[in-house]
């Protein structure tokens, strides 16, 4: 029955739509893994070396050096894309800091000879197999369906033109030499001397202060086509979208310009360079976020083993609780049964699929975040057992943090787990969605785009489960389990309506403005990480909002943190 023909017409119609955008994530992950091994495998040389190797034995040498390192890291990537961010530029400044960070903290601790020894138990050890396993299951899936992905050599090709810094575009300037003497028809081609991909050129604007004519060839009679002509003070422009032709040749070197008046002509030629797979971005963009995830993990146990050994004891003793089971199962139950319920909304089921399953996440992980928060850390306050963690060398502040950590481990695991199931779905609901409205195939841009702009939603969303996550944390220092889950739900209903309470205020008297503006301040703006509308559009969520909300996310998790120990440090554990 595999090889009826009916069914691989079937098959070839629609699996490469479904497929190739999980290949494209996959090899993402893969190249993130590849660079993460071929980082550490680096360092480990290092750490051979004596000076290196032992540099971080003293902890309080360990973290200055890794301060220096991330510090000169984070100023670079500073300089190199805050002046291309535009009007919200400053933005960047507290995200890039903290990447430098990240990575200065995973050079200065890979290099040392005790993470050398520890690679295999680290691998093993606490949520990363979760999440590798998880991860290394969705690239499985991705790659073996590499027969059927459109053209993966052009997708692979067009990676290495992907613009790292900055939007693509590069001006060059070209001086071509008049010739006086000569009519203007006689004037020679002088070659252009610059270079250029124009496979990659989606853009093009030519401009000349002098009438010249563009050619493929220093002879007029090998000219492979008739030259363009650019008259002074006109632009000629080219559109890849539009299919318009090329005015220079695909080989620069062939690139000649006749220069037809008696002064000296400066044209200039800005090009808009893009890959010519332009979803290829995101192989980059995954590759990054996994690198970073690993080392930002690796660096965390390493710099601080006492907060990594609470941090990882809460988090498999959360993972090991059936609540934690039956959420995961209703999480997939959910997510695979939003991929085929029919919403009925005329073509937009996709967008419902997308509101639905991210919600769903988020809910599941606040969820779990407020009830590990009670168990782990009001029932062991109350049961006596902080007592027995506090009385080793363990201070109050790294119990919080541990606490903390570890019910964001989980959490993530959680986020990461069914994250995968509904990138799967989602690159077969427009699939789904076409077969049963008997539409024409849609091909499989549309379902990697559908992807993308879901991805920095779910990011949005863990980053507000990390902020009621530590609400929870620092109210169950004082709170019992259901006093806690009451107050961080009125504080999340409250907190997403905190923006339209200011904005009503304005117009009311000053009572009621003073109002919304102290809950405003008191309770935390969560509308922040709330962009229901750019769901329901599908677009793409900026990276510089991203990064907004990064900003807001760090200020609030410290003033928590803050409130959190002058709870829990006067609290009577005996």
């Not at 660079?35 to 070396?49: C, E, F, P, Q």
């Not at 984070?74 to 933005?91: D, I, K, M, R, S």
């Not at 609400?471 to 923006?499: D, E, H, K, W």
């Amino acid at each position: 029955m595999l090889t009826h023909p009916a069914l691989v017409v079937g098959l070839a119609k629609w699996v490469p739509a479904w497929i190739t955008p999980l290949w494209v994530l996959s090899i993402g992950l893969l190249i993130g893994v590849i660079a993460a091994v071929a980082l550490y495998g680096v360092l480990s040389l290092l750490s051979l070396v004596t000076p290196l190797g032992h540099l971080a034995d003293k902890p309080s040498r360990g973290i200055t050096a890794s301060l220096i390192v991330g510090g000169l890291i984070g100023a670079g990537l500073c300089a190199t894309y805050v002046p291309t961010a535009g009007e919200y530029a400053n933005t960047l400044f507290l995200p890039l800091i903290c990447i430098g960070l990240v990575l200065g903290f995973g050079v200065i601790y890979g290099m040392w000879h005790r993470t050398r020894s520890e690679w295999g138990s680290m691998i093993n050890e606490g949520v990363i197999p979760y999440l590798l396993c998880t991860l290394g299951l969705f690239a499985l899936v991705g790659l073996a369906g590499t027969p059927f992905v459109e053209d993966p050599r052009s997708i692979l090709n067009s990676i290495a033109a992907v613009n790292l810094v900055g939007d693509g575009t590069e001006q060059i300037t070209v001086v071509v030499k008049a010739s006086p003497e000569l009519p203007a028809g006689e004037a020679p081609f002088l070659p252009a001397n610059i270079d250029y991909q124009l496979r990659n050129v989606t853009g093009l604007t030519i401009e000349s202060d002098r009438t010249v004519l563009l050619g493929d060839s220093a002879d007029s009679a090998s000219f492979g086509r008739p030259p363009q002509r650019v008259n002074e003070g006109e632009k000629l422009v080219y559109n890849y979208e539009n299919r318009d032709l090329p005015p220079i040749p695909s080989d620069p070197t062939r690139l000649h310009i006749q220069n037809r008046e008696i002064d000296d002509a400066k044209v200039v030629f800005t090009f808009k360079n893009q890959p010519l797979v332009p979803q290829a971005s995101s192989i980059l963009v995954i590759a990054f976020t996994l690198f970073l995830t690993l080392t930002g993990l690796v660096a965390f146990r390493q710099a601080a083993p006492r907060v990594w050994a609470l941090a990882l004891s809460t988090a498999k003793n959360e993972m090991a609780q059936p609540l934690y089971l039956l959420l995961l199962a209703i999480g997939l139950f959910g997510v695979l049964l939003f991929g085929i319920y029919p919403f009925n909304t005329l073509g937009d089921d996709i967008r419902l699929l997308k509101d639905s399953g991210v919600t769903l996440i988020m809910v599941l992980g606040m969820v779990q975040a407020v009830w590990s928060a009670g168990t782990s850390v009001s029932e062991e306050i109350e049961g006596r057992t902080a007592l027995t963690v506090l009385s080793k060398p363990v201070s109050r502040r790294s119990f919080i943090l541990g606490k903390y950590a570890g019910i964001m481990l989980s959490v993530l695991v959680l986020f990461v787990i069914l994250s995968a199931v509904l990138t799967v779905v989602i690159s077969y609901k427009p699939i789904y969605d076409a077969r049963e409205t008997a539409s024409g195939d849609p091909i499989w841009q549309t379902g990697h785009d559908e992807i993308m702009t879901t991805l920095p939603v779910l990011g949005l969303y863990l980053m507000e489960t990390m902020a009621i996550g530590a609400i929870a944390v620092a109210l169950a220092t004082r709170l019992p389990l259901l006093a806690n889950f009451i107050s961080c739900f009125m504080i999340y209903v409250i907190g997403n309506l905190t923006s339209p309470l200011v904005a009503s205020a304005r117009d009311n008297n000053e009572l009621v403005g003073f109002v919304g503006k102290l809950i405003a301040v008191v309770i935390p703006n969560l509308n922040i990480f709330n962009v229901q509308a750019a769901v329901d559009t599908g677009n793409q969520i900026p990276l510089i909002y991203l990064a907004g909300a990064f900003n807001y996310l760090v200020c609030f998790s410290i003033a928590i943190w803050m409130l959190a120990m002058l709870l829990f440090e006067d609290r009577d554990l005996a």
